[in-house]
Every structure is written in C-alpha cells, then in structure tokens.
C-alpha cells in the first residue's frame, strides 16, 4: 500500500470513530492527571501543607502545558509550580524537594512498566528486541548496588574511590551537583524513619498515573475496533514515553507520534491503524490537555491567585525555643545541605 492510500485508509478511521470509547479515552486521560496531582498533594501533605485539589490540580495542568509547549519548558514549569506553591505558604525548597520525589517515583514506576512488558511479550515484536537491553540495564544497576555495599567493607578501595570521586567533584560542577545529590539522599536516609504506608500510596498514584495513559491508548484502539496487541503494549508504551522524556522537542513533537507509530506497526498493527491510533491518542494526551493546562496557567498567573500572592505573606510567629535548621517532606527530615541540593535538582526536573 502506497504512502498516499495509508494516509487516505487513516483518514477514513478517523471519520469513524466510536463515540462512548472516546470519551472514555477521554475520561481515562483525566484519571491519568488526577492521579499526577494526588501524588503531589499527598506528598505535600506529609510535609504538613494541605491544600486543595482544584489549586494542586490547575498547578499540574498548567505545569504541564508550559512543560510541553515551550523550548525547554521543563525548566520553566518546575519554577512557576514552584512560585505557586510558595504563593501558599510552601517554601520553594520544600516544592523542588517534593517534585523531586514525585519525579523519582514516576521513573520508578515507568522502569516497572517496562520491565514488565518486557518479561510478557513472548518471542517476537519489540518486546523480545527490547529484553536483553533492558535486562542488562536492570542486571548492571543491580551489580553496582553489591558492589557498592561490598566496597563499605573494604576501607582501601573506599580511600581510592573517595579520593577519585573527590577529584571529579572539584573539577566537574556535573559531579558536584551529584555530590549534593547524593549527600541530601544519604542525609535524608540516615536521619528520619521512612513512612511505609505514605510511600506506597505515592508509588501507587505514580503507577496508576501511567496506566491510566496507557488506558486511553488502549481505548483509542477500541475506538477504531482495533484489538490491542496485548503482549507488546506495555513495551510498546513505556519506550513511546521514555523517548518523549528526552524532551528533544517541545511536548516530544514528533517523537512520540514517530515512536508511537513505528512501535504499533512493529507490533502487527498495520500502518493506517497505527497513524490512526497514534493520532487520536495524541490529541487527547497532549493537544486536548494544552488548553486547559494553559487556561489554569492563565488563571493562577493573572486570575485572582496573582493579585493575593502579590501582597507579602505576613511572617509566621515563631514560639520561643531552640531553632532547627530542617526542612521536612514526607516524614524525612531535611537538613542544610539536603535542601540545597533538592531546590537545585528540583529547578531541573520536569515532568
């Protein structure tokens, strides 16, 4: 089939599209950024900040847009979620420091995606190309963990590794922001007891965050009548978002529909199905979401939130007794160091 008769065999798919599977494509993509926005809630609630989720949800729709629109809008979205935040009362440490975590915790639950998908996807399509790679990948992390609690047990090989490290901090600002980095993890490790039930709940929100997505894209393909290739999705998926996350272009343009598309016909789907899918998935995920992410940006930026954040807080009263230099973020206690490294590390995350 020529290019020209694809395109025109997509065309007509999309003229047909079942109407209660898109609205729950639509629905499943709503859930999807309701549970983005619970994760950081409930995260900012732990550090003992409870706000209402309309503002935590406009923040993460607005967040998004920028996140998505913008030449490295990344950037730029962690720090107006950042100044939003602090228009309610929550330090500008602390926000890096819990988009940080919620960050962290979505890359976890994607790499479990993934690792799933790729343990199910039997013997042939990307799954089976995907597997080794990722399995290395996973066998690799494991060793480096070993070796680095077998090394806490060698007093000379820790010297040397100390003393290289040390050089690369003092001559590379990469490694001395890890440094930072990993200081703030050791600091937060060793000072505060961990919440089991609040992690969970976090990891839990961050996993159905992803599934979710990938619900809408399973009934995408339920809306053309197309079966899913069920072995093969989850791969299929967690590569479309990890080539996205590499944010080569604004909102992954390009790159996820390429990824998306190449993935589907990989899988068995034939190509008109695969452009028709890829582009009823992305119009709900990314152009149905831009104007309302932008929407909420405008209404927190100039609405009535901006004019009251214009007026400085009022400085809290502090009761008399001995200060402590700690911040605290979901039971963990922060100190100097950890904070700072946190806000820097926060400034360039994005989600």
Not at 92 to 118: D, K, M, Q, R, T
Not at 175 to 189: H, K, N, P, Q
Not at 316 to 321: D, F, H, I, K, Y
Request: proline share 6%; net charge positive; with cysteine.
């Amino acid at each position: 089939m020529s290019r020209h008769a694809e395109l025109s065999a997509a065309a007509a798919l999309l003229e047909h599209v079942r109407t209660p599977w898109l609205v729950t494509a639509v629905v499943a993509e709503a859930a999807s950024m309701a549970c983005l926005a619970a994760l950081e809630r409930g995260l900012l609630r732990a550090a003992g900040h409870l706000l209402p989720i309309g503002f935590v949800a406009a923040v993460t729709l607005g967040a998004n847009a920028v996140a998505g629109a913008l030449p490295g809008g990344a950037a730029f979205a962690t720090v107006w979620t950042v100044r939003k935040l602090r228009d309610r009362r929550v330090e500008p440490l602390l926000g890096g420091a819990v988009l940080v975590v919620s960050g962290g915790l979505s890359f976890a639950a994607l790499v479990f995606i993934l690792v799933g998908g790729v343990l199910v996807a039997g013997s042939g399509g990307p799954g089976a190309q995907a597997r080794p790679v990722v399995l290395t990948f996973l066998a690799a992390a494991l060793v480096l963990v070993v070796l680095a609690g077998f090394t806490q047990r060698l007093p000379p090989i820790r010297r040397v590794l100390r003393h290289a490290w040390h050089e690369a901090v003092l001559r590379w600002s990469v490694a001395r922001s890890t440094d930072e980095a990993l200081g703030a993890l050791r600091e937060v490790v060793h000072s505060s007891p961990a919440k089991g039930g609040l992690w969970v709940r976090a990891y839990l929100l961050a996993l159905g965050n992803w599934v979710c997505d990938c619900a809408c894209l399973v009934c995408c393909m339920a809306a053309f009548g197309i079966h899913p290739p069920w072995r093969q999705l989850a791969v299929v998926y967690a590569v479309t978002q990890l080539a996205g996350a590499l944010r080569l272009t604004p909102g992954g343009l390009g790159i996820v529909e390429g990824s998306l598309g190449t993935l589907l016909v990989w899988s068995g789907l034939p190509v008109a199905q695969a452009i028709a899918v890829t582009l009823l998935y992305r119009a709900i995920s990314y152009w149905l979401l831009q104007p309302v992410g932008w929407s909420c940006w405008l209404r927190l930026s100039w609405g009535r939130g901006h004019r009251r954040s214009m007026t400085p807080p009022r400085a809290a009263s502090t009761p008399p007794g001995p200060q402590r230099s700690q911040r605290s973020c979901c039971g963990l206690a922060f100190g100097p160091r950890a904070v700072q490294a946190f806000h820097r590390v926060g400034v360039m995350t994005g989600r």
